[in-house]
């Protein structure tokens, strides 16, 4: 006679929620949390966005998937939950606090973290939050940051204007008045996909590489 799923080895339940469940309410939790966060910011129009317009839908959008997600865990049921590593959340927080720490000037305390814009606080975050898995490859962590990075500079700062820092004070000190600031967004965002697209086509020539290596060795030996 098979185990249940989510029962342990003695046939007892681990829990009574199924994963799905729980998956299902922290978002609905997550996502009404950022309603409230972002209520007091203006949402605008659609032909004039304002910077509370997408933090509100998306929070509503994670929200209304959170809610399908645990419907749907308590028709079909499915595993229980199981213990889980503090490792993930851990980083995962981290990387949030670091973003939020440098994407623009933040005082903490006496001392104040220079605004590095979403320029650097992007990479920055997708490689802290990477790590959250021990399988975590810096290389393949940077291509993606790069790459990240670039699609949401010129999505939010180019297509939809949003008033979002996007590089650190000390650039945009100096390119004031030289350089416009839509000509330099995306020169930036150009500079950051060349790059990873760059590092990407050299993994992948290493991978074939090595490959080939592999196959010679085995076929000489």
């Known amino acids: 006679m098979s185990e249940r799923s989510g029962d342990d080895g003695s046939g007892?339940?681990?829990?009574?929620?199924?994963?799905?469940?729980?998956?299902?309410?922290?978002?609905?939790?997550?996502?009404?949390?950022?309603?409230?966060?972002s209520a007091d910011l203006p949402r605008g129009t659609l032909g004039a966005m304002g910077p509370g317009m997408l933090p509100h839908w998306v929070a509503i959008g994670v929200a209304a998937c959170g809610a399908v997600?645990?419907?749907?865990?308590?028709?079909?049921?499915?595993?229980?939950?199981?213990?889980?590593?503090?490792?993930?959340?851990?980083?995962?927080?981290?990387?949030?606090?670091?973003?939020?720490?440098?994407?623009?000037?933040?005082?903490l305390g006496p001392v104040t973290t220079p605004g590095l814009g979403l320029m650097v606080a992007g990479p920055l975050t997708v490689i802290l939050a990477g790590y959250a898995s021990p399988e975590a490859r810096f290389r393949e962590l940077l291509i993606l940051a790069l790459l990240l990075t670039a699609g949401c500079m010129l999505l939010f700062g180019d297509l939809l204007n949003l008033p979002i820092p996007l590089f650190p004070t000390a650039l945009v000190e100096a390119a004031s008045g030289r350089i416009p600031s839509r000509v330099l967004l995306r020169l930036a965002a150009g500079a950051l996909a060349l790059t990873g697209l760059g590092l990407l086509l050299l993994q992948r020539r290493s991978a074939r590489r090595g490959g080939t290596d592999v196959a010679r060795h085995s076929m000489t030996a």
């Open 69 to 107: 997600l645990a419907a749907t865990g308590l028709v079909r049921g499915g595993a229980g939950l199981q213990a889980v590593g503090l490792r993930g959340p851990v980083v995962v927080v981290l990387a949030i606090l670091a973003f939020a720490a440098t994407i623009r000037p933040t005082a």
């Open 12 to 37: 007892r339940a681990l829990t009574p929620l199924s994963q799905n469940v729980a998956a299902g309410l922290g978002l609905v939790l997550l996502g009404l949390f950022g309603v409230w966060a």
